[in-house]
């Protein structure tokens, strides 16, 4: 295969990318919640505004590798809901997503996408530890 070629994956397959698609969205809505707010601005005034970009610059990549791979995460406007914000703390969350990022780094390496499954295992890990930054 070339560099150059899109990644078709099965339609068995998606549901991982899109399980990851749809909790980057709800950490982003976590992020903006009530309670994180309180969190961040205790942890200092930038903290909140950089998570949220974080989050947003990684469901831009996401979006741009799942079209890569055939697949179009926000076509029709309804995801399956996998929870909500309101289900448990920030550091909940991003310990939900950082589960998500593991899992798809598994269906990445399937792929032989390794770079892709590098990226994504440094989210996980980096997911892990803001879980554990918020949780204390």
Same mark, same amino acid.
């Given at each position: 295969?070339?560099?150059?070629?899109?990644?078709?994956?099965?339609?068995?397959?998606?549901?991982?990318?899109?399980?990851?698609?749809?909790?980057?969205?709800?950490?982003?809505?976590?992020?903006?919640?009530?309670?994180?707010?309180?969190?961040?601005? *205790?942890?200092?005034?930038?903290?909140? $505004?950089? =998570?949220?970009? /974080? !989050?947003?610059?990684?469901?831009? #990549?996401?979006? @741009?590798?799942?079209?890569?791979?055939?697949?179009?995460?926000?076509?029709?406007?309804?995801?399956?809901?996998?929870?909500?914000?309101?289900?448990?703390?920030?550091?909940?969350?991003?310990?939900?997503? *950082?589960?998500?990022?593991?899992?798809? $780094?598994? =269906?990445?390496? /399937? !792929?032989?996408?390794?770079?892709? #499954?590098?990226? @994504?295992?440094?989210?996980?890990?980096?997911?892990?530890?803001?879980?554990?930054?918020?949780?204390?």
């Amino acid at each position: 295969m070339k560099a150059n070629e899109p990644t078709l994956i099965e339609e068995k397959d998606i549901e991982p990318w899109l399980h990851l698609f749809a909790r980057l969205d709800v950490t982003l809505m976590s992020v903006s919640g009530a309670e994180a707010q309180r969190i961040f601005r *205790a942890l200092g005034p930038h903290r909140r $505004a950089n =998570a949220h970009q /974080r !989050l947003l610059l990684e469901r831009r #990549r996401l979006i @741009l590798e799942l079209q890569d791979m055939g697949v179009c995460p926000i076509q029709g406007g309804s995801l399956p809901a996998w929870g909500s914000p309101c289900e448990g703390s920030p550091g909940a969350n991003y310990e939900l997503l *950082a589960q998500a990022f593991a899992q798809c $780094a598994l =269906a990445a390496d /399937r !792929l032989g996408k390794f770079a892709l #499954r590098r990226w @994504l295992l440094d989210r996980a890990h980096m997911h892990r530890q803001h879980a554990l930054f918020l949780s204390t």
